[in-house]
């Protein structure tokens, strides 16, 4: 926790990109080793060659689309980061019912390598999003990919609905939301996504034994940090009442939480 950066050998590098826009809001066309795949993103307008950025992936739900990930500010992310310390992305899904396959866990790779090489990364500070699908896609990611992603924020999961990796068995940063009122990712699909990160983040996966507080029924929200988890690989587990939606609230607020607890998690690392 709180290492110094790793840059990347995209630091110190000019790099051009050929932007295109929608609107304001730019994005490029990805070529990867399997066609072309649009790429929403967000550099900051002061970026500097030689600083390491924190990278944030946000990964669309089924029926969305990357740019609705990038007009919410990357899962509201993006307002946080007032010291313009991430770049932000968001790939979009591979335009099936389902939008994340197989297949995209190498554009996921394609996508790392690029960015890496031709901006100034953090290498020790990458981070995936996602709501539904996306998150499921985040928590698959989280199985695979420890050596290159420090963490993962996933709202309303599963460990289940999607082609997922065969798991290494290593740590990773992780947080969950849970709307206990989810029909679609239950409740116990959600759990069950957290014990298995539970049982690689804990000696013996003794985590899986712990007792998370979860909302009681009234007042805001609640989130838990396991304490009996490597302190590398924090977990952090967030509950409220409501159903499948990202951007849950507390009573009489306006404003969603969960980008903030989210960024807060973040910046443990």
Known sequence: LKNDPVPTRGCGKDTRLDYKYRGDKPYIEFKWSKGTRTVRLDIPKNYDKNKPYKLIFGMQCMGGWAGGVQDEGYYGLKP??????AIFVAPEGNGNQAPWGQDDYL????????????????????FSTGFSYGSMFSNGLSWNHQDVLRAVAV????????WLPQR??????????????????TPTMGRAARDIILELNSEGGK?????????????????YDYTTVEERFPVRWCTQN???????KDPGQQQSWVPKATWDFFNKF
């Open 107 to 126: 554009l996921f790779d394609e996508l790392l390598a690029y960015f890496e090489g031709n901006f100034c990364i953090d290498s020790s500070r990458v």
């Open 207 to 223: 985590a899986k034994n712990e007792h998370a507080q979860e909302y009681s029924g009234n007042g805001p929200h609640v989130c």
């Open 80 to 85: 946080l980061d007032t010291d313009n310390s």
């Open 242 to 248: 409501g159903g499948h939606i990202w951007d849950h």
């Open 168 to 185: 290494k068995q290593m740590g990773i940063g992780w947080m969950g939301v849970l709307g206990l009122q989810d029909n679609l990712c």
């Open 155 to 162: 709202y309303e999961t599963a460990e289940r609905n999607i």
